[in-house]
């Protein structure tokens, strides 16, 4: 009984001495986690990496100690406490703060981490206290760096088709469709998406049935047109300076990912898809005429409506320019595609019905690429689409670069420097590095475009 | 400080002052059941030697010793990982009895966790009897990073001779550390077989007993 009160009278003294004790010891003596290294020292140097240097002190092995506290380990036998104690003296000899300490049995030595707050360098430091014989060695604290790629790069460029066929690197040196206002008439736009941030200024729902949501064909255009590139996660878009207007005027069907549909135009693969109607797509025309867009996506095709020719024709007036998706399901391409002042547009590989150009006389489809495209994808994610919808997506964001550069441009001059041949040909895979190079001048890619010539051709 | 700098190369000199509510050894008690503060000082050199000196106040009943001191040194080398092994020898001194001195060698090894060690004393407590005293220690973290548990189990091995007061005995230690900076807290229960160890040199055993010890180390 008497031992139970001594012990609770000794336990309730010491719990009223130690932690102020525990404050007031200025580094904690037991490992602790290790502080980051180099991003922020103790003595507040920046870089403090370069003025670390780390102290070893012998450690002899645990060995018979006859008072209260042996119990085997490294942690709070008296030993450490004398370690402390050295290390602490050293660091006082030369002007060093003792920032960390772990005990090293595999080596038998207690290695300290010591800063210099006056900024002098590590290596200088280490040849000092080698000199010391209360260490056992000393050396500079060192950088160590992963080999991965290059960690700005977007990861997924690399798959990018347009990436490859387009030069975008080099063509973003060049122009990246700095604000240059592309009105993305689909579904859903992720727009808190991380390879989406920032990028749309415009954000607007005009399906009267549901809120706007985020949706996978709009969201896997954005990305095309204008993903930010450089951040190191994703893709990078043909436009990434571009300014982007989400105007939703289409929804997604039955809630499947609608990326899968092969983004065929007004969802026609049994209720997988995209739908959208005259009225839901004339008011975002409507809006992006008056909100001074100054391109117009289009992947959608259906049959011809009076409204929507109306409002496209309006904005071809104001030097919009409309970029549409060829629906090659249909005879005549699709409408709007079918209309003479928009750039219709289809995938590179996509199969083509024979007749199609028949049907399309005069017309000059422009090829671009469509097929398993990386892309942005709602829920943060990414993954590959194919169809008419994308190469028309990457077109936008190609009539973006060069509006950056001739921001006054007409659709004319547009499709001149877009052509790279005047043989009549009705279809014409876009050479962006050669475009970009009738523009300025200049070819700004490695390519060796002997055809970038300066004179303009007449397109038939 | 001390002498840290007189010393050659990555020699260290340590030592502790502890309070604790009854000088428990190997279950029995040296202080009569009352508080004593003890002190210890020890060096480590640079070669794996080790030397040491411990000192404690002690009340035994029906003997005039009123204090102990332990004189010990040894050879401590690492073997592989954390493991390593000790082995020495140390003389223990009674000021006010000169009769209970006796001698002890011991060999032990250490872990991260466990420890253990065999002593040998050829004249325990001044009697003419050899006897071996096994132990095995264990310690584990409970919480980073200042909580530990403490398990601690040993065997004295008493050759049964007639002047002998005590019998070959069992004692087990079990309980709480908590470390601070220099500062270390020990609650623990101590547990020994009553009927072997009835009037060992004197004090009364309790068979379960509660001590507790604060330690300062420098």
Redesign the interface.
């Known amino acids: 009984m008497?031992?139970?009160a001594?012990?609770a009278a000794?336990?309730a003294?010491?719990l009223y001495v130690?932690?102020a004790?525990?404050a007031?010891?200025a580094t904690?003596?037991?490992?602790?986690a290790p502080v980051v290294p180099g991003v922020s020292g103790v003595s507040g140097v920046r870089n403090a990496a370069e003025h670390q240097v780390l102290v070893m002190?012998?450690m002899?092995?645990?060995?018979?100690?006859?008072?209260?506290?042996?119990?085997?380990?490294?942690?709070?036998?008296?030993?450490?406490?004398?370690?402390?104690?050295?290390a602490e003296?050293l660091a006082q000899t030369y002007g060093l703060i003792v920032v960390n300490d772990w005990p090293m049995?595999?080596l038998?030595i207690d290695c300290y981490v010591m800063e210099d707050p006056a900024g002098d360098s590590a290596i200088h430091l280490a040849e000092l206290l080698s000199r010391d014989?209360?260490?056992?060695w000393v050396q500079p604290m060192s950088q160590f760096h992963g080999l991965g790629n290059d960690g700005a790069a977007d990861p997924l460029a690399a798959v990018q088709p347009a990436a490859r066929l387009w030069h975008l690197d080099e063509l973003h040196r060049v122009t990246t469709g700095r604000n240059v206002r592309v009105a993305v008439v689909d579904s859903g736009v992720e727009d808190d998406h991380p390879d989406l941030r920032g990028q749309v200024s415009v954000r607007e729902n005009f399906v009267d049935t549901s809120p706007y949501a985020a949706e996978a064909h709009g969201t896997a255009v954005a990305g095309i047109i204008a993903a930010v590139a450089g951040n190191g996660i994703g893709i990078e878009g043909v436009a990434p300076g571009a300014r982007l207007m989400a105007l939703r005027a289409c929804w997604q069907e039955t809630g499947k990912d609608g990326g899968k549909d092969g983004g065929k135009p007004g969802g026609k693969d049994g209720g997988q898809g995209t739908s959208c109607n005259s009225f839901t797509l004339g008011k975002a025309l409507n809006f992006a005429i008056l909100h001074d867009a100054q391109v117009i996506n289009l992947s959608l095709g259906g049959p011809p409506d009076r409204l929507l020719q109306r409002l496209l024709e309006a904005a071809q007036l104001r030097g919009i320019k409309v970029v549409a998706a060829v629906d090659p399901q249909r005879a005549d391409g699709g409408f709007p595609a079918s209309l003479p002042g928009v750039l219709a547009v289809r995938g590179l590989d996509a199969g083509m019905d024979a007749g199609l150009e028949a049907n399309m006389p005069g017309r000059v489809v422009l090829l671009a690429p469509g097929r398993d495209i990386p892309t942005t994808a709602p829920g943060a994610r990414w993954g590959f689409v194919s169809g008419s919808s994308y190469a028309a997506a990457h077109v936008s964001g190609m009539v973006a670069l060069m509006t950056e550069l001739q921001p006054r441009a007409s659709l004319r001059q547009l499709r001149e420097d877009l052509s790279s041949n005047g043989n009549g040909a009705s279809t014409m895979a876009i050479d962006a590095c050669a475009t970009i190079g009738r523009i300025t001048g200049n070819c700004p890619c490695s390519c060796a475009t002997a055809n970038a010539s300066k004179q303009p051709i007449r397109l038939p | 400080m001390l002498c840290a700098v007189c010393l050659p190369a990555a020699a260290q000199t340590s030592g502790s002052v502890s309070l604790v509510s009854n000088y428990l050894f190997r279950g029995i008690s040296l202080s009569d059941g009352n508080p004593v503060a003890q002190a210890s000082v020890e060096y480590d050199g640079t070669q794996d030697w080790y030397a040491g000196l411990f000192a404690s106040p002690v009340s035994i009943e029906h003997d005039p010793a009123h204090a102990q001191a332990i004189v010990y040194g040894g050879y401590a080398h690492p073997l592989w990982g954390a493991w390593s092994w000790d082995a020495g020898a140390g003389a223990t001194r009674f000021a006010g009895d000169a009769a209970d001195n006796y001698a002890e060698i011991f060999a032990g090894f250490s872990g991260e966790h466990l420890s253990g060690r065999v002593s040998y004393s050829p004249n325990y407590y001044g009697l003419d009897v050899r006897t071996v005293y096994t132990e095995l220690n264990a310690n584990y973290t409970l919480l980073e990073p200042h909580w530990r548990v403490l398990a601690h189990l040993g065997y004295l091995h008493v050759p049964p001779l007639w002047y002998a007061t005590t019998a070959s005995r069992y004692d087990s230690r079990v309980g709480l550390a908590a470390n601070f900076g220099n500062w270390d807290v020990q609650l623990t229960w101590v547990a020994v077989e009553r009927s072997r160890a009835t009037s060992y040199y004197g004090n009364d055993p309790n068979p379960r007993s509660g001590v507790m010890s604060v330690s300062y180390s420098f």
Not at chain 1, 133 to 136: D, G, L, S, T, V
Request: proline residues 16%; contains cysteine; positive net charge.
């Open positions: 008497k031992n139970l001594i012990s000794l336990l003294c010491s130690l932690p004790r525990a007031d010891s904690p003596p037991a490992p602790a002190l012998h002899p092995a645990p060995h018979f100690r006859p008072d209260a506290n042996y119990g085997g380990r490294y942690g709070g036998d008296s030993g450490h406490a004398a370690r402390r104690a050295i003296e049995p595999a038998g014989p209360r260490a056992e």
